[in-house]
């Protein structure tokens, strides 16, 4: 076995939270170098994007079940961009208590630390100069690093988008499981650029690149601009481009590369006064990084049609109100089977390597119990003979996807106990664990797979939380759980499978104590 293989097995086990010790952190909150959540360069030359609360946009469910040859894509302009970047990684609310206040945005995010930034390679968009730009959601503007020569080359009608990870923003809370949770907010981000893309009629496609070279692309190797303990790595790069447009895929990122200046522009600000360093993130960083194109290629999750979708608010309204619910209403927390059959649907998929272990508390018509949502019919043989013996497996009559019956009775006390004792496991109408086809992905494509598995459920996630928020429901990530109770629950005893990501769906309770307030009052745009 390899070192980087043997790397991601030892961090993974590592950093388990278990009933008798949690994976190693400080303990306790250094709130005196809690990092900024705002990414900025010096010396830039900036441009303000203009606001699009007032654009017009289709209802959520429209966005998904157009036909290709019906869709109207927005043109590449200023406005566009500025629409893509604020209905997907723009600050949605600003929630104030007393005096403080603090901003959500529209990707989720662990602990709303916030390690993911995006950068936008432009070429021939009407309002914006060619070249390499930071978004920055604070202020809502493009930061200029680098302006680009004649010689850019890009698809027609497309644009580039990187999406990168600072993980000390989430290692200042969380320690040493903090790079699983930097690594879920990416496919947070992604699904958020997904679904802003379709909103505008555009369609996104990740592009296999070298890591060397997107670092380069980027400039994260111009080490005299960046902060050595914080960190920041690329993670993919993204095609952007109109739906309703045929261009090809080759982009020759050493060429998009010669096009801009050999030195960029602008200094990255100092997050953090003082740090604490954790040897294994850097070594699980290191280790995930990959030139090997042959066995790395990321394709991110497809998602088959929902039948049980119907209309309900425009699509800009559904992203701007997404919410983590910090309390589920334990006294009103049933739903109906419609309303669940169309959460679920929503990640409906048959090619997936993520399946989704589902504790049912309370839903109309559906027996309480444990349930696993297949996602990936392939897998289902390997998961009967890995799961306990006496299993039902009983089939359940819905078009939501695969969704087979494993026991039933009340599973609420074990809900709460896995996820770190948190009543809002228990409190809602169901819970889930995404469970990650393990050790044959990693051994078959790489250490860099193992990121990737993370980002599919990232994207998961942020499909639910959208969804559930189309219902008037309330839902939540949960990263802290016991990572092999809910293995021992279901039976498994090796690494075939394992729980990356937790999450939960009920109705949540209004803390009436924070107001809430639209973002950007400051712009006069």
Same mark, same amino acid.
């Given at each position: 076995?390899?070192?980087n293989?043997q790397?991601?097995y030892?961090?993974?086990?590592?950093?388990?939270h278990?009933q008798?010790r949690?994976a190693?952190?400080l303990?306790?909150?250094d709130?005196?170098?809690?990092p900024?959540?705002y990414?900025?360069?010096?010396?830039t030359?900036?441009?303000?994007l203009?606001?699009?609360? @007032?654009? =017009?946009?289709?209802e959520y469910? &429209?966005?998904?079940?157009q036909?290709?040859?019906d869709?109207?894509s927005?043109?590449?302009?200023?406005?566009?961009?500025?629409?893509?970047?604020?209905?997907?990684l723009?600050?949605a609310?600003?929630?104030?208590?007393?005096?403080?206040?603090?901003?959500?945005?529209?990707?989720?995010?662990s602990?709303?630390?916030?390690?993911?930034?995006a950068?936008? #390679?432009s %070429?021939?968009i009407?309002?914006i100069e060619?070249?390499?730009?930071h978004?920055s959601?604070? $202020?809502?503007?493009? $930061?200029?690093?680098?302006?680009?020569d004649?010689?850019?080359s890009?698809p027609?009608?497309?644009?580039?988008v990187?999406?990168s990870?600072i993980v000390?923003?989430?290692a200042w809370?969380?320690?040493e499981r903090?790079?699983?949770y !930097?690594?879920l907010?990416?496919?947070?981000?992604? *699904?958020a650029? @997904?679904?802003s893309?379709?909103?505008?009629?555009?369609e996104i496609k990740?592009?296999?690149? =070298?890591?060397?070279?997107?670092?380069?692309?980027?400039g /994260?190797?111009q080490?005299?601009?960046?902060v050595?303990?914080?960190r920041?790595?690329?993670d993919?790069l993204?095609? #952007?481009?109109?739906?309703?447009?045929?261009?090809n895929?080759?982009?020759?990122i050493?060429?998009?590369?010669?096009?801009?200046e050999e030195?960029? @522009?602008?200094?990255?600000? &100092?997050?953090?006064?003082?740090?604490?360093k954790?040897?294994?993130?850097?070594?699980i960083e290191?280790a995930t990084?990959?030139?090997d194109l042959?066995?790395?290629?990321?394709?991110?999750?497809?998602?088959?049609t929902?039948?049980?979708r119907?209309?309900?608010?425009?699509? *800009?309204d559904?992203?701007?109100?997404?919410?983590?619910?910090?309390?589920m209403?334990?006294?009103?927390c049933?739903? !109906? =089977?419609? $309303?669940f059959?169309t959460?679920?649907?929503?990640? =409906?998929?048959?090619?997936?390597?993520?399946?989704l #272990?589902i504790f049912?508390?309370? #839903?109309?018509?559906?027996?309480?119990?444990?349930?696993?949502?297949v996602?990936?019919s392939?897998?289902? !043989?390997?998961?009967?003979d890995? /799961?306990k013996? %006496?299993?039902?497996?009983?089939?359940?009559?819905?078009?939501?996807?695969?969704l087979?019956?494993l $026991?039933?009775g009340d599973? *609420?006390a074990?809900?709460?106990?896995i996820?770190?004792?948190?009543?809002?496991?228990?409190?809602g109408?169901?819970?889930?664990?995404?469970?990650?086809e393990?050790?044959?992905?990693?051994e078959?494509?790489?250490?860099?797979?193992?990121?990737q598995l993370?980002?599919?459920?990232?994207a998961?996630?942020?499909q639910l939380?959208?969804?559930t928020?189309s219902l008037?429901?309330?839902?939540?990530?949960i990263?802290? /759980?016991?990572?092999?109770?809910?293995?021992?629950?279901i039976g498994?005893?090796?690494?075939?499978? &394992?729980?990356?990501?937790h999450?939960?769906?009920g109705?949540g309770?209004?803390?009436?104590?924070?107001?809430?307030k639209?973002?950007?009052?400051?712009?006069?745009?």
């Open positions: 076995m390899n070192k293989l790397m991601v030892t961090y993974h086990n590592d950093t388990k278990s008798h949690y190693r952190s303990g306790y909150l709130w005196a170098n809690q900024n959540p990414r900025t360069y010096s010396n030359k900036k441009t303000q203009p606001l699009s609360f @007032e654009n =017009k946009t289709l469910s &429209q966005i998904f079940n036909k290709k040859e869709i109207l927005a043109p590449l302009c200023i406005e566009a961009i500025s629409q893509f970047f604020q209905f997907s723009g600050l609310a600003i929630k104030e208590h007393g005096e403080q206040s603090w901003a959500l945005r529209c990707n989720a995010s602990g709303n630390l916030q390690p993911s930034e950068y936008i #390679v %070429n021939d009407q309002g060619n070249g390499l730009h978004y959601p604070q $202020e809502h503007e493009l $930061e200029l690093l680098s302006s680009a004649e010689k850019l890009l027609t009608d497309s644009f580039l990187c999406l990870s000390w923003r989430e809370k969380y320690g903090s790079w699983r !930097t690594q907010d990416c496919g947070h981000a992604l *699904k650029l @997904e679904i893309a379709l909103i505008l009629g555009w990740i592009i296999n690149t =070298k890591d060397s070279e997107l670092q380069n692309l980027i /994260f190797n080490v005299s601009r960046y050595p303990e914080e920041e790595l690329p993919m993204i095609k #952007v481009s109109l739906a309703n447009k045929l261009n895929d080759l982009i020759n050493q060429d998009v590369r010669a096009s801009l030195f960029f @522009e602008g200094k990255a600000n &100092q997050l953090s006064h003082n740090w604490h954790w040897d294994i993130l850097e070594k290191d990084l990959s030139d042959d066995i790395k290629k990321y394709t991110n999750d497809k998602y088959e929902n039948p049980y119907e209309t309900s608010f425009l699509a *800009k559904i992203v701007l109100k997404r919410r983590s619910a910090q309390i209403n334990k006294d009103d049933t739903i !109906t =089977k419609k $309303e059959e959460i679920i649907a929503s990640v =409906k998929s048959n090619n997936s390597a993520i399946h #272990v049912v508390h309370s #839903v109309e018509g559906i027996e309480s119990g444990l349930y696993i949502l996602r990936n392939k897998h289902r !043989t390997q998961l009967q890995l /799961f013996e %006496n299993f039902l497996w009983q089939k359940v009559d819905t078009e939501a996807g695969e087979y019956r $026991e039933t599973f *609420k074990i809900s709460k106990a996820s770190c004792s948190q009543d809002i496991a228990s409190h109408a169901f819970t889930l664990g995404m469970l990650a393990f050790t044959n992905q990693i078959k494509y790489g250490a860099s797979k193992y990121k993370y980002w599919d459920c990232g998961i996630g942020q939380y959208l969804e928020t008037q429901l309330s839902a939540t990530g990263g802290c /759980f016991l990572d092999d109770i809910l293995h021992d629950i498994l005893k090796t690494n075939h499978f &394992q729980s990356l990501y999450f939960t769906v109705r309770l209004i803390d009436n104590r924070l107001s809430t639209l973002p950007y009052k400051n712009l006069d745009n």
